[in-house]
């Protein structure tokens, strides 16, 4: 799957991905919810305006992008229902 990205530079210049494509496809990030470092790698955790999670990978020393991990926000809505947050004793009236 081929991707295109545009990084912006937010905050303290920080690189931030404003919008990137996949297969012709643009989407437009809301969020950028984190970044961290690997080994020859740099990863980029982004909501789109969709909705939809995304992790991107940066290969630095080639400069070529990937898609690593894709959640649709339907799945996203799921799993918080399928999950409830548990209750703590102060709840129940212990």
Same mark, same amino acid.
């Given at each position: 799957?081929?991707?295109? =990205?545009?990084?912006?530079?937010?905050?303290?210049? =920080?690189?931030?991905?404003?919008?990137?494509?996949?297969?012709?496809?643009?989407?437009? =990030?809301?969020? #950028?919810?984190?970044?961290?470092?690997?080994?020859?790698?740099?990863?980029?955790?982004?909501?789109?305006? #969709?909705? #939809?999670?995304?992790?991107?990978?940066?290969?630095?020393?080639?400069?070529?992008?990937?898609?690593?991990?894709?959640?649709?926000?339907?799945?996203q809505?799921?799993a918080?229902?399928?999950?409830?947050?548990?209750?703590?004793?102060?709840?129940?009236?212990?």
């Open positions: 799957m081929e991707v295109c =990205v545009e990084i912006c530079l937010g905050p303290g210049g =920080v690189e931030m991905i404003r919008r990137f494509h996949l297969d012709g496809r643009e989407i437009e =990030v809301s969020d #950028n919810l984190d970044q961290w470092h690997g080994a020859d790698y740099r990863y980029f955790k982004v909501k789109g305006e #969709n909705g #939809n999670l995304y992790i991107l990978r940066l290969d630095e020393s080639e400069g070529d992008w990937e898609l690593i991990m894709f959640q649709s926000a339907e799945s809505a799921l918080s229902h399928a999950h409830p947050h548990p209750r703590h004793d102060s709840e129940e009236g212990h």
